[in-house]
């Protein structure tokens, strides 16, 4: 094993190397800590110095002591966890002298590696977005409300956001902009009910502010969902205390959240006093470019006291949902009247109170269990239900319940990555944002679905879009049953998609680009520009492959939990209006062929053909392409329909003998562009548009990856150039395979080899900014489907770390990308291991990262459970029932619960 050695002095860092731990050392190197330059600036001088060394773990032999962390040290009057540092960047895990005198090297780096691969840790305070992004990261949810990880004692501010939301709940207000009216529909911010705090001999209460603060650590544990904050204060006045709140969600009882609040005076005796509050002076502030439109969506109606509770009623704007929330405050001492308060903000504030006398050392804990319902799940008297629901919560109950949930979770959907700490953290990071964000969906009380932030912040205003397709796979491996009532949340929605095409003349359904509360557009007809501050047209809702994403979800959920039931009573309905949409959408031109225009495909910089009088781009090739899809696999599904199912549905959807012989003229006739070197157009006209010298672009502003502002800002428009925001014509191959849609190309009488989707891919690639976290992800598997796995494990990696380390600059301060997690997630087992299980039949062909040993999981698929244990020369598969899979291109039989081992 190769050990680095950490000496932390006051002005460099002393760095000793040896081969082995019992080897002295064989190199040893000094660097200067440069004041004008950050301390991690300071630290990457380090990887630099290691370069062309393999080094496995490090030592830190003079870390300061803490509880939370064992290897914390101080440089240049700065305190920083410099193990969080360095295992962040060389992917190693680092341990303090003292750790290896008490339990010896081997231990302490095996305990250090299963804790990071199971804690989400942040050391330091820090300020702005990059605190708004850390909260959105330790968000704590149950799938009914997410709980943004802010410090309970924060109020909204700019470095602070507790936010709250409860899925499903929007709301609609109008501003004038400019003279228009605009109306926007947002996933409503909540009161504040984890606010608590302290104070010190009825002094005022403490508030965050970094004078007063000497030490953070903000630790989520993934093994229960717990996220517990260590804060050492010193007041103004000498006091110093260290605080330690611990938060959860409960699972079996979702209406439920708890805080366990610790509070330890260090250096005095005397009165302590603790503060509760729900606070309704909220309004929806999580994104700065929101904040010209009215934010405002909550009316307090009601306000009441009982012993140790508080509660607070409220009712949006113009939905009128009525909400309440309750808080019951307990601990040692007494209870008071809160402080008389005659201000404004004080007449929204449902407030509680404990005074005790403390002494030094001795650690007194307090509990706030919060309640929150809505008239939207809840059909009783909602403050009556509430006050008998906060009667039996407690922390105890909520930690036992959250324990409880995640360890059947991850007994069924751990991925387990041998020989990467950091991915295998940030994966189980990703796994547990999918499931916080809608677990309490399953239960079919809560009419809602996936958005497109998670429930962590207020980004695309909490709208639902294509982004559920990168996520329902997961959820139909490991909760089929969640996975269902998300497509519910769709199905519930029909009408409405049927309202939307007949408004816009066409037949079937066309779902939105953006869905909330009842299924209309809710896109934006104005987005603003940062670079000029100026608002411009957003056709964004133009987007209408977002219906071809649905009618994917329900066929990939059928597929892959062999769902009849769903089939026949809602999804084939769906399947038929959506492909009647399109059926209406094409038309046929003077070559014969079918052509779809007044479109936008998933590349949102192209909107409109430059100087164009209409808005869209005619045959865009994705949307082409799915449809064709689509109308192929709706053949089939009809195929394998009893007909008195079809009979019943064609009753509701009018779809006849004749529609289904327009489906297959239309599925074979449909027009693309392809040049003469096998290039596929990513619409019509695409190749008469000139390429963009990026080369140009990036030495004039860096990056690049939002180059449609940068273009409008120089007075031009994307639209008149070869310029891709994300992965757009080749995600076909992303959502299905490459045999499935050369075979679709040669349907539609386009002949290409298989060697030409490299050519494809690197045509594009040399033309997409990645202004979508979702791209990386998307090319990433199409560079490993073209043999390219350096490349492709470049863009898996920054797609994996992309909220982890914000890469887009204060976007993760919005809310996560939880489409990218779930497209990360699904990528590791189906392109990476090889478990393709989306295909027509399982297909297992390995292509493990150098990076990775080994990986072990198991998916239940059409109610079969299998286990995969693979590694570079392995492959091992268990199943509880007698299965045939295809293993490296060969059919191999299994008997239930008997190993199968191919070597490879």
């Known amino acids: 094993m190769k050990i680095i050695t950490l000496h932390v002095l006051d002005d460099s860092l002393k760095v000793s190397y040896a081969p082995d731990a019992q080897t002295p050392p064989q190199r040893q190197f000094i660097i200067a800590y440069n004041a004008d330059q950050t301390i991690g600036e300071n630290l990457e001088n380090l990887r630099v110095k290691l370069v062309g060394l393999d080094v496995d773990a490090a030592i830190v032999d003079n870390a300061l002591s803490y509880p939370f962390s064992d290897t914390v040290v101080g440089i240049n009057h700065q305190r920083i966890d410099i193990g969080l540092a360095i295992t962040n960047m060389l992917n190693i895990p680092v341990v303090s002298q003292q750790t290896v005198a008490q339990h010896g090297l081997a231990q302490a780096l095996a305990d250090k590696r299963d804790y990071l691969a199971w804690h989400l840790d942040y050391y330091g305070q820090y300020q702005g977005k990059r605190n708004y992004g850390q909260e959105a990261m330790l968000t704590v949810g149950n799938g009914f409300f997410g709980l ?46 984890q606010a608590l705090t302290f104070g010190v001999d009825h002094q005022n209460p403490f508030q965050i502010k970094a004078s007063d603060i000497q030490d953070i650590y903000r630790s989520l544990n993934l093994h229960d969902g717990a996220l517990t904050t260590t804060m050492l204060v010193q007041l103004p006045t000498g006091h110093m205390l260290r605080l330690t709140s611990t938060k959860l969600a409960n ?15 260090l250096n005095f005796a005397g009165s302590l006093q603790v503060y509760s509050m729900i606070d309704g002076n909220v309004r929806n502030a999580n994104v700065d470019r929101y904040q010209a439109f009215d934010q405002r969506h909550l009316r307090i109606t009601g306000m009441s006291q009982q012993t140790d509770s508080v509660f607070l009623e409220a009712q949006t704007r113009t939905s009128q949902v009525k909400l309440v929330l309750g808080s019951h405050l307990t601990g040692p001492g007494k209870a008071l009247t809160a402080p008389n308060d005659q201000s404004p903000q004080a007449q929204k504030q449902a407030r509680q109170m404990r005074s005790v006398q403390v002494v030094p050392q001795q650690t007194y804990t307090f509990e706030k269990n919060v309640v929150l319902f809505t008239d939207r799940e809840t059909t009783t008297p909602l403050l009556a239900t509430a006050t008998q629901e906060l009667a039996h919560a407690s922390f105890a109950d909520t930690l036992t319940s959250s324990q409880a949930y995640w360890q059947r979770r991850w007994a069924d959907a751990d991925i387990q990555i041998t020989g990467d700490v950091t991915a295998q953290k940030l994966t189980r990071v990703n796994l547990y944002h999918l499931f916080t964000a809608t677990q309490a969906i399953a239960s079919g009380k809560i009419d809602a679905s996936v958005n497109a932030r998670g429930l962590d912040g207020e980004a695309y205003r ?43 003349g066409f037949a079937g359904a066309m779902y939105p680009w953006q869905s909330g509360q009842v299924g209309d557009e809710q896109s934006q007809v104005t987005h603003l520009n940062p670079l000029t501050n100026t608002w411009d047209p957003d056709y964004s809702s133009l987007q209408r ?70 808005q869209g781009l005619t045959n865009n090739a994705y949307t082409n392409l799915m449809v064709a899809w689509l109308f192929d696999q709706l053949d089939q599904v009809l195929d ?51 390429a963009l010298d990026f080369e140009k672009y990036h030495k004039k502003y860096g990056d690049i990856s939002r180059m449609d502002r940068i273009l409008k800002s120089e007075g031009k428009t994307p639209d008149a150039y070869q310029v891709a925001k994300q992965a757009d014509t080749l995600m076909p191959f992303y959502n299905l395979d490459k045999a499935q849609v050369l075979q679709l190309l040669d349907q539609l009488g386009y002949h290409l080899s298989a060697d030409q989707l490299a050519k494809n891919l690197q045509f594009y690639l040399d033309r997409t900014t990645h202004g979508s976290t979702l791209s990386r992800i998307v090319y990433a598997a199409l560079t490993a489907m073209a043999g390219h796995l350096d490349q492709s494990w470049r863009l898996y990696s920054q797609a994996l770390f992309s909220d982890y380390y914000d890469i887009q600059g204060g976007t993760t301060a919005e809310g996560i990308h939880l489409g990218v997690m779930g497209a990360v997630t699904l990528m590791a087992t189906r392109t990476y291991a090889g478990v393709d299980s989306l295909a027509p039949q399982i297909t297992v062909d390995p292509h493990l990262p150098q990076a990775w040993q080994a990986l072990h999981f198991g998916q239940t698929i059409r109610g079969i459970r299998y286990t995969f244990t693979i590694d570079h020369h392995q492959i091992q598969v268990t199943a509880d029932h007698a299965a045939t899979l295809q293993i490296l291109h060969k059919p191999v039989a299994l008997k239930a619960h008997q190993p199968v081992k191919i070597n490879y």
């Open 251 to 265: 699972f079996k009882d979702w209406h439920r959240f708890a805080i366990r609040y610790q509070i330890t005076p």
């Open 545 to 614: 492959h977002v219906s071809l994403a649905i009618a994917y979800n329900v066929i990939m959920y059928v597929r892959l939990t062999g769902d009849q039931d769903f089939m026949d009573h809602y999804g084939l309905e769906m399947l038929e209006e959506i492909a009647q949409f399109w059926l209406s959408k094409a038309h046929r031109d003077q070559s014969g062929r079918y052509t779809i225009d007044h479109v936008m495909g998933p590349d949102e910089f192209h909107e409109n053909y430059p100087n164009a009088d209409t």
């Open 640 to 690: 394998a329909t009893k007909p008195a199912t079809q009979h019943e549905v064609a009753s509701k959807t009018h779809f006849t003998a004749a529609t289904r012989t327009q489906l297959t003229d239309v599925q074979h006739h449909l027009k693309l562009d392809i040049n003469d070197d096998g290039i596929i157009g990513q619409f019509e006209g695409y190749f008469k548009l000139p």
């Open 148 to 193: 943004r990880g802010a410090y309970p004692e924060a109020h909204a501010n700019a470095d602070n956001y507790p936010g709250m939301y409860t899925a499903g709940l929007y709301d609609q207000l109008t501003t004038n902009l400019n003279g228009r009216a605009v109306t926007n529909e947002d996933l409503v911010n909540l009161p504040n009910a």
């Open 462 to 504: 909490g709208h639902v879009f294509w982004d559920e397709m990168f996520d329902l796979p997961v959820y139909a491996l490991h909760d089929p049953q969640l996975a269902r009532q998300l497509l519910m949340y769709r199905y519930r929605r029909l009408p409405a998609a049927k309202a939307n095409a007949k408004a816009a």
